[in-house]
Structures are given as C-alpha cells and as structure tokens.
C-alpha cells in the first residue's frame, strides 16, 4: 500500500471513529426537520458545502472524508467482491428526488427559510448523547454493513447514499463548464491490461475499459487514487484538468 493511501485509509477510519459526533450533520431527517420550522441545520450546511466542494474536486469526499468510507473499506477484509452497481445505481436517485422535492415543499410551507442554527436537534453539538440517537447511529452503521456483506463493494454509495447525488450533479457542472478542477487522467496506449486497476477499484468499475476509451469520468468514481497508485505502468494519473498536473 502507497504512503497516499495509507493517509486516505487513515483519514476515513479517523472520520467514521468520529461519527457518533458528526452524525447528525449528514442526517437526511434533521434537513427535513428544520425545513419545517423554516431553520436551516446543519445537515442543510453539510450538503451544501458538499456540493460546493464537488464543483472543483468531484467525489472526493466520497473516497477520501466520508466516514460511511471507513466502516465499508474495513468490510472489505470480509466480502470484497464487486457491487452489483450500473443498472441498479438509480436507486439513490430514486430516493434522493423524493426527499429533496419534500424538503422544497415543507419549506415553502413554512415561509421560507428564516433562521441558521448549525446545532438544531443537537444542541449539545454531539449528535450521540441519548439513547434514541444510538438506536439510529446502531441503524445507520447496520446498513452500511448489511449492504457490504450482501451487495458488495462500497454498496451504500451505490445504491442508498443521499448525499452522494449532490456531488454528482456538482462534478456533471464543472466538467460541462471546463473550470480547473481534480480529475483523472490516463494514457491508454501504455495500458497493459493486467486489470489490476479494476481488481483493486473500491467502486467496483470497470477502470481499465474507461482507460481504453481515453475517457475517465464515470459518475461512481470518488477519486480516491487507488487506481493511481496501483497501476504498474503508471498508466493514470490525477490531473487538474485545463491546468496543470497535480498531485
């Protein structure tokens, strides 16, 4: 394992030790909550600011912070065959148009959005401090693993995570708008096709034949550089598209 995936896994074990802290600010019923009272939540700033960042890092929170990350990587050590993923990767976007419409709705219900508060529903700013919210951090955790070892690789990102299509319609924006932004980058002709690339990818895509088509952008992708770091003929690289090479 390279030094720079060694901080990645670091970083997203670090980020799921902390998740009965942060919890509360990736949860998809407090935004729902607060949108009712016209309060915007913390879980309203989170997704925010995740979509700003995607606008010129992608899904790299994804690969990289997301502390759903940390728990899926570590059930790889029990099932690490590859997710189902492409036909069934609308599932998340079946739930995600649903919540968000629902969310627009009670907000106009309510007047509009009138008033910050970052800590609603955790005012102490820790999201696990009673017993109900062990019930739903013991949930939440429950199905990243249930998910792993029934469906694969990383599954919740593919099939239930409602943060996830923020970021892809983030990243869908600055490739059509070309801004300098993180993306990969490949050199086809120097691809040798051992596919180690594909055996290795946390996502379950078919690398080699995105390197085969010159064309590395897949809307699953979080950019965590796994492919980077374990192709033998340093086939791919990360790239600030429309500037210089990076990382």
Request: proline fraction near 4%; aromatic fraction near 14%; hydrophobic fraction near 45%.
């Amino acid at each position: 394992m390279t030094r720079r995936q060694k901080i990645r896994k670091a970083i997203i074990l670090i980020s799921f030790l902390l998740f009965p802290i942060t919890i509360n600010y990736f949860s998809p019923y407090i935004i729902i909550d607060g949108a009712a009272q016209g309060i915007i939540a913390g879980s309203f700033i989170t997704f925010v600011l995740l979509f700003m960042v995607s606008l010129f890092l992608g899904r790299a929170f994804c690969g990289w912070v997301c502390p759903g990350a940390g728990i899926q990587e570590f059930c790889f050590t029990v099932n690490d065959k590859k997710a189902r993923g492409g036909r069934l990767n609308w599932i998340k976007y079946f739930i995600w148009v649903p919540w968000i419409s629902f969310i627009i709705a009670i907000a106009i219900l309510a007047g509009g959005f009138h008033t910050v508060n970052p800590l609603h529903l955790t005012e102490t700013g820790i999201s696990v401090s009673e017993p109900a919210a062990y019930m739903m951090y013991f949930t939440i955790v429950g199905l990243f693993v249930i998910l792993s070892f029934t469906a694969g690789k990383r599954a919740f990102c593919h099939y239930v995570c409602w943060m996830a299509p923020f970021m892809v319609i983030g990243t869908k924006i600055k490739n059509y708008f070309k801004w300098p932004s993180l993306h990969l980058e490949s050199i086809g002709d120097k691809c040798k096709q051992c596919k180690i690339c594909d055996k290795n990818c946390p996502m379950s895509l078919e690398v080699s034949r995105m390197v085969q088509s010159a064309s590395m952008e897949n809307a699953e992708c979080i950019l965590c550089g796994v492919c980077v770091d374990n192709c033998p003929q340093g086939v791919i690289k990360y790239v600030r598209k429309y500037g210089k090479l990076g990382l």
